[in-house]
């Protein structure tokens, strides 16, 4: 599939046309063959939104649904560059994700540690099977995994969780330039947790959020658009539109604050501070910090 994408796009000139003729790759089980589609545009804010293709009604009509729509890698992820040829980082294999893997959605791919590669012996414990430094964070890593379920929360919600189903809320996102910056000085250690761009940054703390919300109270919670702060304090835009539950804000600096009880109005949620920190006894590998993802989440109740 990857080969037959990037044979597409050896005469792409970025100056004429901004997307690649190819830029993600999919394999349609349906028809048992490899799905080559162009974007819109690109870079995606909503990676798993394959609505987002242009060829998709045409020739990928039974996958319309969201129930059903078939899962896309997309080559500009790894590699920037323009032959889109995307590669894990050296020592991980690419695979593609298993139905049995609740953190991650069953179709997609995914570049984790294959213990062959030197740096192996940089991890505290050498020996490790499965050194978790090597690979995302399963998004209930933090979570109480017996967490309760809060029975009828919103009407019908019986009835979606017999039958798998979720209610979802849609919230814009501000990036502060602090939170940028945070984000460019930690970048390797962001694509490792499998986050890639600084507009995906934030989606390491409510990837993990959505998990609780999800597991608690059948909600799941999307990113709609995303506005980035420039250096000068300003914004170009405001990212809220109607019909979105709500704004996060996601600083640099340590906070946390909301509304209560303001869900579907433009109020909104700030949260932050640094998710990365130094590591003295193996600063290759940055602890991680958990304590923005418990902040969303407690924010987000006073909000919902």
Known sequence: ?????????????????????????AWDDKASECALRQCLQLPLFLAEDSGNH?????????YGD????????????FDPSPSGDARCYSGE??????????????????????????MKTDLPNADAVNPSYRENIPADYFWDSMAPVFDDCWESMS??????????????????????????????????????GVENSFKIVLDQVNWLFQKQFQINLKSSRVVLQRQDKTWPDNPWRPGDAGRLLFTGDRNGGSGVD?????????VGGELFGANRENPE??????????????????HF
């Not at 969201?66 to 992820?77: C, E, M, S």
């Not at 294999?93 to 590669?117: I, L």
């Not at 000085?185 to 962001?190: L, P, Q």
């Open 1 to 25: 599939c990857k080969a037959r994408c990037t044979d597409r796009n050896p005469e792409w000139v970025r100056s004429e046309n901004l997307v690649p003729p190819c830029t993600s790759i």
């Open 54 to 62: 242009n060829d998709m009604a045409e020739k990928y009509p039974r």
């Open 66 to 77: 969201k129930q059903n729509r078939i899962q896309d890698y997309f080559l500009n992820l």
């Open 93 to 118: 294999t690419f695979r593609r994700v298993r139905q049995e893997e609740g953190y991650q959605k069953p179709g997609s791919y995914v570049c984790e540690f294959n213990g062959t590669s030197e």
């Open 159 to 196: 009835n979606a969780i017999e039958h798998d189903k979720y209610l979802t809320y849609w919230f814009s996102i501000r990036l502060d330039y602090k939170w940028q910056q945070h984000y460019f000085e930690y970048e390797k250690d962001f694509r490792r947790h499998g986050y890639f």
């Open 262 to 270: 303001q869900l579907c109005t433009s109020k909104e949620t700030i």
């Open 285 to 302: 590998y940055p602890f991680y910090g958990f304590s923005v993802a418990r902040t969303t989440a407690h924010e987000l109740a006073h």
